[in-house]
């Protein structure tokens, strides 16, 4: 396993364009989540997926933001209409379920750099 | 609410000690976590502690106090290579999400 794959590295898109990333957590573990992060800021937690059930989405993530984990394998992020302020990292992480491996933390993926024009 | 409070930057020089404060208030706990941020590239995981004390890994120790809602990571023989943004993390009750701190940036000088 190559640990977390996310796909595009890039992407500049024109604002009120669709964009869609992709995420391949590592094959183990059943838990993905997604955060975004802007230049000198900390991760921000946007949704989070237990197997296939999306079981938790920010109150800051508008209706233009959608995620999907189809069979509890990868992940795709939808941003519908793009503003000039999603422009940001998007970061995919993975982790195992909660136990003896609860100490591991996140395995992050290189993330998909956006930029809107 | 949830609040994470760090340092923005930190300049030490190369073999030093230096230390990074953290302090918290979260609306739940189960574990505080340090990430290396390197520019340009994802976090990646330094350190975990969930009950109090310190935790010791190589040149690296993170202290908890959950009382006082306060941790320190604790780098030593500080390397070039060692310059970078640490990034603090809570996270939830549950062992769902993380909340991140926005980072201290490290600058190590010759």
């Known amino acids: 396993d190559t640990g977390v794959s996310q796909n595009p590295r890039h992407k500049i898109t024109k604002r009120g364009q669709n964009v869609t990333f992709r995420c391949d957590p590592i094959s183990e573990h059943n838990r993905l989540y997604w955060y975004r992060q802007t230049l000198g800021q900390g991760p921000e937690f946007l949704t989070y997926?237990?197997?296939?059930?999306?079981?938790?989405k920010s109150r800051l993530l508008s209706d233009r933001f959608s995620a999907e984990r189809p069979k509890g394998s990868f992940s795709t992020l939808e941003i519908q209409r793009t503003e000039q302020g999603d422009s940001a990292m998007y970061l995919c992480a993975s982790s195992p379920k909660s136990g003896l491996t609860a100490s591991y933390g996140y395995t992050f993926g290189s993330g998909t750099r956006l930029t809107v024009v | 609410g949830q609040n994470i409070d760090q340092p923005t930057e930190m300049t030490a020089t190369e073999g030093a000690i230096v230390q990074i404060n953290c302090t918290y208030q979260?609306?739940?706990?189960?574990?505080l976590f340090w990430y290396q941020q390197h520019a340009g590239e994802a976090p990646t995981f330094l350190s975990y502690?969930?009950?109090?004390g310190l935790e010791e890994k190589g040149r690296f120790s993170s202290f908890l106090s959950r009382s006082k809602g306060y941790s320190y990571l604790l780098l030593k023989e500080l390397q070039m290579k060692d310059s970078a943004s640490y990034l603090c993390a809570v996270r939830d009750t549950g062992g769902f999400k993380t909340i991140f701190g926005a980072g201290t940036r490290l600058f190590v000088k010759a």
């Open positions: 997926f237990q197997n296939e059930a999306q079981l938790e």
């Open positions: 502690n969930v009950l109090d």
């Open positions: 979260t609306s739940g706990f189960n574990g």
